[in-house]
C-alpha cells in the first residue's frame, strides 16, 4: 500500500512558477511509475507528467510540455512537478499517482493522492 500526499498549490498569476510536491509513505517510490495528473472543474482528469520506474524516461502531455519538469529525489521518497509559465489553463487540481507501468490514462495508476489546488490568475 502507498499513500500519497500532494502540497504546494496556491494562487499565483499569469506567467509565474509554483513547484508541487508529493509525499509518499508505506514504501519507496522506487519501483513505481510517478504520474502527476489534473482536473479544471467540468472536466475529466487529465495526463500531466510521468516519470519512468527506473527514471530513464519522462513523458509529458503537449500542453506543458516545455513548461513543466517532472522529478524524484534520491531517496525515491517524494516527486516534484515543477511548473513554470504558468497560464490560466493550466488552473486544476493537481493529484499525484503510482502504479505499475508507465501510462497517461488515470485507470493505469493504483494509487493517488488527495489533490491540490492550483489557481493561475490573469
Known amino acids: 500500500q502507498v499513500q500519497l500526499v500532494e502540497s504546494g498549490g496556491g494562487l499565483v498569476q499569469a506567467g509565474d512558477s509554483l513547484r508541487l510536491s508529493c509525499a509518499a509513505s508505506?514504501?519507496?517510490?522506487?519501483?513505481?511509475?510517478m504520474g502527476w495528473f489534473r482536473q479544471a472543474p467540468g472536466k475529466e482528469r487529465e495526463f500531466v507528467a510521468a516519470?519512468?520506474?527506473?527514471?530513464?524516461?519522462?513523458y509529458y502531455s503537449d500542453s506543458v510540455k516545455g513548461r513543466f519538469t517532472i522529478s524524484r529525489d534520491n531517496a525515491k521518497i517524494a516527486v516534484y512537478l515543477q511548473m513554470g509559465s504558468l497560464k490560466p489553463e493550466d488552473t486544476a487540481v493537481y493529484y499525484c499517482?503510482?502504479?505499475?507501468?508507465?501510462?497517461?490514462?488515470?485507470?493505469?495508476?493504483?494509487?493517488w493522492g488527495q489533490g491540490t489546488q492550483v489557481t493561475v490568475s490573469s
Open positions: 499517482a503510482a502504479g505499475r507501468t508507465v501510462g497517461r490514462t488515470v485507470g493505469e495508476y493504483d494509487y
Open positions: 508505506g514504501r519507496t517510490l522506487s519501483s513505481y511509475v
Open positions: 516519470y519512468g520506474w527506473n527514471g530513464s524516461r519522462l
